[in-house]
């Protein structure tokens, strides 16, 4: 049983570069989420989605983009990178409701220099 | 704009100690509440979920409260063990998810 994984668990970049943070659940979960976790600031919800094809902004959007063209997929790309996008990044996924428990992955922790 | 607070921010006891971490939120308009570990350089472990419903929940040693209308939650921990050691987050669903900073708690043996 494999859950939730993230790829690559450590990555580093540069300034201006495209970045794709993998996600991949195998419950066949609804819901799939993007959180960044830094200090000062702890948790913060970039994108969300119900569904293949459906997403939503959180509360720290600008920067990043997102798809789901499958239902066990869910990547982060970082059109073009910068210093202040250095952080952890965390997937989790949950079942047919945003009100049920989240499961998280192990993170991917990104240095932009 | 939803607020999440955890008090204390860092706790240190004997094994054994009963312990209460806290957790506040200032809009009391959420569908449930979760509390969560984070174990050093890991994710976050799921332990307990209060739907805006309930009271409270339980999970053997663990047991959280829920008073939506003062905007609180507690973390009850029994009998405290050092695999217990970890960062201890509150996370709260209404529009969106909002979580706290989270109780670094270290248990001594």
């Known amino acids: 049983d494999a859950g939730i994984t993230q790829s690559p668990r450590y990555k580093i970049t540069e300034t201006g570069r495209q970045v794709t943070l993998m996600c991949h659940q195998t419950w066949s979960h609804s819901y799939m989420f993007w959180y960044r976790q830094d200090l000062g600031h702890g948790l913060r919800l970039i994108y969300y989605?119900?569904?293949?094809?459906?997403?939503d902004k959180g509360e720290v959007p600008d920067g990043y983009v997102v798809s789901r063209s499958k239902t066990e997929n869910f990547p982060l790309t970082l059109e073009s990178a910068t210093r202040s996008q250095t952080s952890v990044y965390f997937c989790?996924?949950?079942?047919?409701?945003?009100?049920?428990?989240?499961?998280f992955g192990p993170g991917t922790r990104l240095l932009v220099l | 704009k939803q607020e999440v607070t955890q008090i204390p921010a860092a706790l240190s006891v004997p094994e054994g100690e009963n312990l209460v971490l806290n957790c506040s939120f200032t809009d009391s308009a959420i569908y449930n509440l979760q509390w969560f570990r984070q174990d050093p350089g890991k994710g976050l472990t799921s332990l307990l979920l209060i739907q805006s419903s309930q009271r409270e929940q339980t999970s053997g040693r663990l047991n959280a409260s829920l008073d939506k209308s003062s905007g609180r939650s507690t973390l009850y921990i029994a009998a405290s063990q050092p695999g217990d050691s970890a960062t201890y987050l509150c996370?709260?669903?209404?529009?969106?998810?909002?979580f706290g900073p989270g109780t670094r708690l270290s248990v001594l043996p």
């Open positions: 996370a709260v669903y209404g529009q969106n998810f909002v």
């Open positions: 989790a996924s949950s079942g047919v409701s945003k009100q049920e428990t989240q499961y």
């Open positions: 989605s119900a569904a293949a094809d459906i997403t």
